[in-house]
């Protein structure tokens, strides 16, 4: 647990303008002068680390965070980023993690030695952010939470235009099949998911997870015409304060247009078998 002191010597407080929209061509005194409206962006380094490697960690980050709100919305509430230095690392981000408390977190295990391109091409961060974007539901439901990061993680590296759709797809495809197997099982869905999950079948858990979403995505677009994302950018201003769990989570979408589809297929995940889920 981390407590902010008055005065925090380490921290760097970003704004950035509702206008901004690609930050490569930004240079570093551009970036420092820009003041922006809410959420605030506050910078916590946890190690050292240079000004170049500051300015380029703050330009993935502030990518990213815009790359969020244009797929999810404004988050009402500012943005926590801690900054850790990992070295000799085969990626970026090699860890990362929230940290739900009175503020909201998430820390990053970072290695410099990548460019600015390799990190905003990165997942973690996208997937971390928007965590955020929905209450903390409980370790005993990972599968929901970890399942909605995962299907936004690519949403909004495809909003940044890291990827395409095709790229999506593929990646459908592929973890499906892999995940698939695991959920050969007459239990619920949802039970089968937590157990992946005892067992630290992790990449499973998550891509599982992120196919709720994935249809749930498909019903609001067949019958509201609108995706999850947009139903979600409402949610940020209606509902994410208020809500505490799963039910309100569903209950809120399900507020925003007709019938009650997100609740409706819940019930299936929790009931039918996986195996029927995952066929």
């Known amino acids: 647990m981390k407590y902010l002191l008055p005065v925090l010597l380490s921290v760097a407080v970003i704004s950035v303008a509702i206008t901004y929209s690609n930050i ?70 090699p860890w990362a993690n929230t940290d739900r408390s009175s503020i909201q977190e998430v820390h990053f295990h970072v290695d410099t030695r990548f460019t600015l391109e390799d990190f905003i091409k990165d997942w973690t961060a996208p997937h971390e952010i928007s965590h955020l974007a929905i209450p903390f539901v409980g370790k005993s439901n990972s599968w929901f939470a970890e399942g909605f990061a995962t299907y936004m993680q690519n949403e909004i590296l495809l909003e940044m235009k890291q990827c ?10 592929q973890k499906l099949n892999s ?7 007459e239990e619920p869905f949802a039970i089968v998911a937590m157990e992946l999950r005892k067992s630290h079948h992790y990449p499973q858990m998550y891509w599982g997870g992120a196919y709720f979403f ?6 609001l677009e067949s019958n509201d015409g609108r995706s999850l994302g947009e139903i979600m950018k409402i949610y940020q201003t209606c509902c994410r304060l208020n809500d505490k769990n799963i039910n309100d989570i569903l209950s809120s979408i399900d507020d925003q247009v007709e019938g009650t589809p997100a609740q409706d297929l819940m019930k299936r995940y929790r009931t039918v078998p996986a195996r029927e889920i995952l066929n």
């Open 164 to 173: 395409t759709q095709e790229d999506i797809n593929n990646k459908y495809e």
């Open 179 to 185: 995940a698939r197997p695991y959920y050969q099982e």
């Open 24 to 93: 490569n061509e930004k240079s570093a005194q551009e970036v420092a002068e820009l003041v922006i409206s809410s959420p605030e962006i506050l910078f916590h380094y946890e190690d050292e680390f240079t000004p170049g490697e500051k300015e380029k960690l703050e330009k993935w980050l502030i990518e990213t965070v815009k790359g969020t709100e244009r797929t999810l919305g404004k988050y009402p509430f500012d943005l926590h980023l801690y900054l850790h230095r990992s070295s000799n690392s085969s990626e970026p981000v």
């Open 214 to 219: 994935f249809q749930l995505n498909e019903i």
